[in-house]
């Protein structure tokens, strides 16, 4: 591909994700996922993939065939399921338990919009000088609108946090551990945690079960949601693991269920 393909290839990625994270998708999740995937392949150093609009940036999660995602991990490795939430990727920093700064996936200042949502925690029980929690925020007037209300909620001058829920999945910097004591440490501090599925055994087939209970609606029916996602329990193989310049090695999204390669 040429350098100028590759630049409107971007452009055109650029272009889509704003879309989106307006409230206005131009096209569907797996199309835009097969172009980032492209651009990932062809380019992978591209200043969109590095840096998305500056600042502390979220990753995004790798949306491969599962097997094939499961099968490059060491023999038998143990995994959590959780709901992927249909929503925006929100950052949240307390400084000595106190909550000091909020920020969207591509790093823009948040704080005030996210003090407005009253299930976020102002104060949580923690010395640590700095801790960073992240999360999903997202719409609870229906699944089709969730996302939307969530990226107008930050873009309003005026936010009330109005119809609107924070659910926390992560504490950076835990490399000792689960995945699970994460969870519970997030309950512990107050914060809303959207459930999960610890699986030991037989990790593929069972994930294909919970992925077509999802697809019926028999599990995490209550929240906004647009597929699974699973993570590695162990923090110390997760570390190991580490992450590319998109997205963490050691978790994956399921949206649809695909053969491997």
Same mark, same amino acid.
């Given at each position: $591909?040429?350098?100028? #393909?590759?630049?409107? /290839? ?5 272009? *889509? #994700? ?7 998708? *131009?096209?569907?999740?797996? %199309? ?5 995937? %492209?651009?990932? #392949? ?15 940036? +979220? ?26 939430? !249909? ?26 919009? $996210? ?23 997202? =719409?609870?007037?229906?699944? @089709?609108?969730?996302?939307? *209300?969530?990226?107008?909620? $930050? ?5 009330? =946090?109005?119809? /609107? ?6 504490? $950076?910097?835990? !490399?000792? =551990?689960?995945?699970?004591?994460? @969870?519970?440490? @997030?309950?512990?501090? =107050? ?23 999802? @697809? ?9 949601? !647009?597929? +699974? ?7 110390? *193989?997760?570390? %190991? ?19 491997? %390669?």
């Amino acid at each position: $591909m040429f350098v100028i #393909d590759v630049q409107k /290839l971007a452009n055109k990625i650029q272009l *889509l #994700d704003e879309a989106y994270r307006a409230g206005n998708p *131009l096209v569907s999740d797996l %199309e835009f996922d097969k172009l980032k995937a %492209e651009l990932v #392949d062809i380019d992978p150093k591209n200043p969109i993939l590095l840096s998305p609009g500056g600042g502390v940036h +979220l990753l995004s999660l790798g949306n491969q065939p599962f097997e094939n995602w499961y099968k490059d991990l060491p023999l038998n490795t143990e995994v959590v399921v959780e709901p992927k939430i !249909d929503g925006c990727a929100v950052a949240l920093r307390y400084k000595y338990g106190r909550l000091v700064k909020a920020w969207n996936r591509k790093g823009k200042d948040i704080t005030y919009a $996210m003090r407005k949502v009253s299930n976020v925690p102002q104060q949580i029980n923690l010395i640590e000088q700095n801790v960073e929690i992240r999360g999903e925020l997202y =719409g609870l007037t229906g699944h @089709l609108n969730s996302q939307r *209300l969530a990226a107008g909620h $930050m873009r309003k001058k005026a936010p009330d =946090g109005k119809g /609107l829920a924070f659910c926390a999945f992560e504490v $950076m910097g835990r !490399d000792n =551990g689960y995945e699970v004591d994460t @969870l519970q440490e @997030l309950l512990c501090l =107050g914060f809303h945690v959207c459930g999960h599925v610890r699986i030991r055994t037989s990790v593929i087939q069972k994930v294909k079960i919970l992925h077509d209970d999802w @697809l019926d609606s028999l599990i995490f029916s209550r929240y906004p949601t !647009d597929g +699974l996602v699973v993570k590695v329990n162990s923090h110390k *193989l997760q570390t %190991e693991l580490g992450s590319g310049s998109v997205a963490p090695d050691w978790a994956i999204a399921v949206k649809e269920w695909k053969d491997p %390669e």
